[in-house]
């Protein structure tokens, strides 16, 4: 079970919203004093804290004596509280679901003028094979030149390219991959793909990803590399190189 404070986080309170929510739990009515020594928060922020939280509903105030108190609201106020959030979340996503076709018209604009993009990390390896998968459409193909998963492939990148070749078969789009000698392809990727093998020769950390007019130059390695190339000359140039290759290798 996870941690109570890793639980507030999550839905969204700072952690000083975390230290002052749980405090008053544990002290009931209070008035700042108390609840800023035993949250560790200081006077002077407690104050801003505890509106944050009377704003999200989960803490009231009330005045006795002509002194200030806070209460904890019940807990199941969280779960109002989530509720509420989440129907925020859905409201802002159908916003930027109508605003999506002039974001991406804005989006492809610059793209054109963009023509080379340098990428690192693993994280930003799976956003380009997602971006390529989002561009693609039913029929349309990619092709791989030299495929393989660095040095050695791990559960992640077979968790991975198991789930991205799932998604693919689902939408119709086709592979074809040009794989080194060494590597031998993740179940998915064989069942779905059309696959050959370059000659030995070939044995390197790179690979060239081609589709529509980008060509992703990967270069794998403890922090992999992604050239992102979008040109129609350049791709074109590669698309040839691939199917001169293709002929010439081995299923």
């Given at each position: 079970m996870k941690n109570i404070q890793v639980i507030l986080r999550e839905i969204g309170l700072s952690e000083g919203e975390q230290q002052v929510y749980l405090s008053l739990l544990k002290l009931g009515e209070s008035t700042s004093g108390p609840i800023a020594q035993n949250s560790g928060i200081s006077a002077s922020k407690v104050y801003q804290v505890l509106n944050r939280l009377i704003g999200k509903g989960l803490v009231s105030e009330f005045d006795r004596g002509g002194v200030k108190h806070f209460s904890p609201m019940n807990p199941s106020t969280l779960l109002d509280y989530l509720n509420e959030k989440e129907s925020r979340i859905n409201k802002l996503q159908a916003e930027i679901h109508n605003l999506l076709p002039n974001l991406t018209q804005l989006y492809n604009d610059k793209a054109q003028e963009t023509?080379?993009?340098?990428?690192?990390?693993?994280?930003?390896?799976?956003?380009?094979?997602?971006?390529?998968?989002?561009?693609?459409?039913?029929?349309?193909?990619?092709?791989?030149?030299?495929?393989?998963?660095?040095?050695?492939?791990?559960?992640?990148?077979?968790?991975?390219?198991?789930?991205?070749?799932?998604?693919?078969?689902?939408?119709?789009?086709?592979?074809?991959?040009?794989?080194?000698?060494?590597?031998?392809?993740?179940?998915?990727?064989?069942?779905?793909?059309?696959?050959?093998?370059?000659?030995?020769?070939?044995?390197?950390?790179?690979?060239?990803?081609?589709?529509?007019?980008?060509?992703?130059?990967?270069?794998?390695?403890?922090?992999?590399?992604?050239?992102?190339?979008?040109?129609?000359?350049?791709?074109?140039?590669?698309?040839?190189?691939?199917?001169?290759?293709?002929?010439?290798s081995e299923k």
């Open positions: 023509q080379v993009e340098l990428m690192r990390g693993r994280q930003s390896l799976w956003n380009a094979w997602r971006a390529m998968l989002s561009e693609l459409k039913k029929g349309d193909e990619y092709r791989i030149i030299g495929a393989t998963y660095g040095e050695s492939g791990n559960e992640e990148e077979t968790s991975f390219f198991t789930e991205f070749h799932k998604k693919r078969v689902k939408k119709g789009v086709k592979a074809r991959m040009l794989f080194q000698q060494s590597v031998k392809p993740i179940p998915m990727t064989a069942k779905t793909a059309k696959i050959k093998y370059l000659p030995l020769s070939f044995q390197n950390p790179l690979q060239i990803n081609l589709y529509k007019d980008v060509s992703n130059i990967v270069i794998w390695g403890p922090e992999p590399m992604i050239f992102k190339i979008r040109s129609k000359q350049v791709t074109e140039g590669f698309n040839q190189y691939f199917e001169a290759l293709w002929k010439e």
